[in-house]
T-cell receptor, first 112, second 113 residues
Framework: SQQGEEDPQALSIQEGENATMNCSYK?????LQWYRQNSGRGLVHLIL?????REKHSGRLRVTLDTSKKSSSLLITASRAADTASYFC????????????FGAGTTVTVRA | DTEVTQTPKHLVMGMTNKKSLKCEQH?????MYWYKQKAKKPPELMFV???????INESVPSRFSPECPNSSLLNLHLHALQPEDSALYLC????????????FGSGTRLTVV
């Protein structure tokens, strides 16, 4: 079932600019995960942030988590054409083993 | 080896055909998953195997039949599918209950004609 809402639905930016997308969710979580999906391909795990963490970095990615607001953001800095993809947040609720809840996704287009 | 391998990459089948999708992982993960994804939508969970036993069936029609022959392999047997079953089928695996993230395969693009 879909728990997360992502905002915006679509984002178009120039190469070199930063891209920010947001994810809101409804219930408590163990962790929140971000995945990238290139057109017609599988999902690639980008980063996982646990409920007791507030910020995490991985290369050009920065993820924040605010459990009081039940929201997360993913920032991609210095975007490249290869970052063009759909990005999904997914929450791991403590009451639902094995059942990630995916958001609707944000489609990011990076223009050269 | 940190990959989940799915075969075939593309499959076209008639509504009376029987076919199988295959998934393999060698990461020692003990949970394996089948997801279905329609265009521009998030993946939807179909089945979960934990330690080679079917743990979750998300009320999937019986024309989809999963099988886990061993801890590295996961199959999805397809029979009498409908055109609306056309989708990207994704296999994934995780250590334990997935609390450290999932590894997804590249998917099988299925078209039912």
């Amino acid at each position: 079932s879909q728990q997360g809402e992502e905002d915006p639905q679509a984002l178009s930016i120039q190469e070199g600019e930063n891209a920010t997308m947001n994810c809101s969710y409804k219930t408590s979580i163990n962790n929140l995960q971000w995945y990238r999906q290139n057109s017609g391909r599988g999902l690639v795990h980008l980063i996982l942030i646990r409920s007791n963490e507030r910020e995490k970095h991985s290369g050009r990615l920065r993820v924040t988590l605010d459990t009081s607001k039940k929201s997360s953001s993913l920032l991609i800095t210095a975007s490249r054409a290869a970052d063009t993809a759909s990005y999904f947040c997914a929450t791991d609720p403590p009451s639902r083993d094995y059942k990630l809840s995916f958001g609707a996704g944000t489609t990011v287009t990076v223009r050269a | 080896d940190t990959e989940v391998t799915q075969t075939p990459k593309h499959l076209v089948m008639g509504m009376t055909n029987k076919k199988s999708l295959k998934c393999e992982q060698h990461m020692g993960h003990r949970a394996m998953y089948w997801y279905k994804q329609k265009a521009k939508k998030p993946p939807e969970l179909m089945f979960v195997y934990s330690y080679e036993k079917l743990s979750i069936n998300e009320s999937v029609p019986s024309r989809f039949s999963p099988e886990c022959p061993n801890s590295s392999l996961l199959n999805l047997h397809l029979h009498a599918l409908q055109p609306e079953d056309s989708a990207l089928y994704l296999c994934a695996s995780s250590q334990g209950k997935g609390r450290d993230g999932y590894t997804f395969g590249s998917g099988t693009r299925l078209t039912v004609v």
